[in-house]
């Protein structure tokens, strides 16, 4: 079975998901992904932007509310990550179709 690319405005409300939930909801579009395509490389980057995301949310809770300079900095990174990395990853990855075995280009 044949699964087509979604349009521009399906792929854009997917990768908006991160970005307007701060990144607190950066494995959704990896995980519809996975759920859509059934690579072992989209169940990766699941795994990986959930596992970041989780990251990001014990490093949230355990770091102290006044934070400078380098421990910003690493409160900073997983934040970005899950946000804006999960929203390009999502345009990248459903913007790329492979053909299926037997299917020329």
Known sequence: MK?????????MLLAA???VS????????????A???????????A???????VGWVLQA??????THGWQ???DLLPLSLSTFG???HCLYVLSVRRPLAGESR
């Open 3 to 11: 699964r087509a690319v979604p349009g521009l405005l399906p792929r």
């Open 86 to 88: 999960a929203a390009l």
């Open 47 to 53: 795994v990986l932007f959930t596992a970041l995301t």
């Open 17 to 19: 998901v991160p970005v």
């Open 72 to 74: 910003f900095a690493t």
């Open 22 to 33: 701060l990144g607190m909801l950066g494995a959704v579009p990896s995980l519809v992904i």
């Open 35 to 45: 759920f859509r395509r059934r690579t072992r490389a989209d169940w990766l980057g």
């Open 61 to 66: 809770v355990l770091t102290p509310e006044d």
